[in-house]
């Protein structure tokens, strides 16, 4: 599966931004999907996951709550609509999907986008 993110920018502290994902080449409905993120300097982490359904999310603790992964599997689309934005949410964010059991380890997540930057200042 192709996936390819969108919808990053830079935006002030206390704002929203709204990603996207979208996938080709595979049946989305079969695929774990997750984002994942990865400041300047530091290692790449989780930040949310969701299950084919939709019914069991994940969420980083520091994301709770401002942040919220949900899918369209009709359009093959994942999103993370981040709100209450902090400049430590200041990433790269990756969606990535996943075949098989449900998993929120990013080195479990075979195929990845490329990735849309997010800026937030304050």
């Known amino acids: 599966v192709q996936l390819q993110a969108s919808g990053g920018g830079l935006v002030q502290a206390g704002e929203s931004l709204k990603l996207s994902c979208a996938a080709s080449?595979?049946?989305?409905?079969?695929?774990?999907m997750g984002w994942f993120r990865q400041a300047a300097g530091k290692e790449r982490e989780f930040v949310a996951t969701i299950s084919r359904s939709g019914i069991r999310i994940n969420y980083a603790d520091s994301v709770k709550g401002r942040f919220t992964i949900f899918r369209d599997n009709a359009k093959s689309t994942v999103y993370l609509q981040m709100i209450s934005l902090k400049p430590e949410d200041t990433a790269v964010y990756y969606c990535?999907?996943?075949?098989?059991?449900?998993?929120?380890?990013?080195?479990?997540?075979?195929?990845w986008g490329q990735g849309t930057e997010v800026t937030v200042s304050s």
């Open positions: 080449g595979g049946t989305f409905s079969t695929y774990i």
């Open positions: 990535a999907a996943r075949s098989g059991s449900y998993s929120v380890r990013q080195t479990e997540f075979g195929s």
